[in-house]
């Protein structure tokens, strides 16, 4: 039982010397890497567009160029001194004396160096394209750069010529020949012209006035002119509107047709055109062939409606017509009817597209 008992003592006594030796080299590796780690930099180096990032130790500019293995060719200038401490600085530019690169990921500009201040192209392309592509030294000296002073602005005078339409008037005429809803153009109108002349100042481009000089009639207006109707429009008996020269009132009617028997005059008019409906038998002292009507049925008989006084009859004297009707049957249903006859105003009109 000792025997166990001082075989665990010695056990744990080299366990803890174990721990304790574990610990001191953790804690010196922390120690070196915190004092080796302060003394690095990284910064990024643009030679002519090439970006090289380079991480070292504190140092300066000129040792840690060299040691990255970058070589300074005659004639490139550095963006800082090679004394400068890695430590004041992220970014070193180096510029080519025949061509200036501004490079960032995934775009490349080249220009000259003898292009004026090539500050101000760089600043032009990094605006240009949404890019902020210059170190803070660079934009600070662009934006420092005074603008040019703008050339100053030179009154001037310009004589200006405009023409102008000038429309035309309508002139009404009645005419109590022509009905009343009825109207015509006699002439059409025609629009004038005027030359206007302006005095014009301007400051630059900028119009300080606009004055009349002269204004000159050149073409004057010819006015519309229109004719309007006011003569009232006649209506039968029956209040039907219709244009008539004169009405044969009361007078009787009678009703015949091509198809009666003992007819012997078959479609034969004595006016020599075909019996139809729209011809009526008249009396020639009384109606003349010819002439063109409207027959209203008296009361309640019904109109016969626009006609031609086409034929005549041995029974038609007087103040009786004759109208034809196609269909026997119908002829003796018409009989004997009272009309009134419209002589009508026009007498070019074809009554049978009327009726």
Not at 54 to 76: M, P, R, Y
Not at 130 to 156: H, Q, V
Not at 219 to 245: C, F, H, I, S, W
Not at 335 to 354: A, C, T
């Amino acid at each position: 039982m000792k025997r166990k008992i001082s075989e665990i003592i010695k056990y744990s006594i080299t366990l803890r010397y174990a721990l304790v030796v574990v610990g001191a080299i953790f804690v010196c590796v922390l120690i070196c890497a915190t004092i080796f780690g302060a003394d690095l930099n990284t910064f990024e180096v643009n030679h002519n567009g090439e970006i090289t990032e380079i991480t070292c130790h504190n140092n300066t500019v000129g040792n840690a160029l060299s040691k990255a293995g970058i070589k300074l060719d005659e004639g490139d200038t550095l963006s800082c001194d090679k004394s400068v401490l890695l430590s004041d600085i992220d970014y070193i530019q180096i510029s080519s004396i025949n061509e200036t690169v501004l490079s960032v990921p995934g775009h490349v500009y080249t220009f000259p160096s003898t292009h004026g201040n090539a500050v101000d192209y760089a600043l032009e392309l990094s605006d240009r394209n949404g890019l902020d592509i210059l170190t803070p030294e660079e934009r600070l000296e662009a934006e420092a750069t005074p603008e040019p002073t703008p050339a100053p602005l030179t009154e001037t005078t310009e004589y200006v010529t405009e023409y102008w339409d000038i429309d035309y008037s309508t002139e009404y005429t009645a005419d109590d020949n022509m009905y009343e809803g009825e109207s015509k153009t006699v002439r059409d109108g025609v629009k004038g012209q005027r030359q206007v002349e302006y005095v014009v100042k301007k400051l630059g481009d900028q119009i300080l006035s606009k004055d009349v000089q002269k204004s000159t009639v050149i073409k004057e207006a010819v006015n519309k002119q229109v004719v309007y109707g006011t003569k009232k429009r006649a209506t039968t008996a029956k209040g039907k509107p219709l244009a008539y020269k004169s009405v044969l009132s009361n007078y009787n009617s009678t009703a015949y047709s091509a198809q009666e028997p003992g007819n012997i005059w078959g479609y034969a008019t004595a006016y020599g055109i075909r019996a139809q409906a729209g011809v009526i038998a008249v009396d020639p002292k009384v109606i003349p062939l010819g002439t063109k009507v409207y027959v209203e049925g008296v009361g309640g008989n019904p109109d016969y409606g626009y006609a031609i006084a086409a034929d005549t009859g041995s029974a038609i004297k007087g103040n009786i017509i004759d109208v034809y009707i196609e269909s026997v049957k119908e002829c003796y249903q018409w009989g004997r009817k009272k009309v009134n006859i419209y002589i009508l105003e026009d007498q070019s009109v074809n009554v049978f597209n009327m009726r």
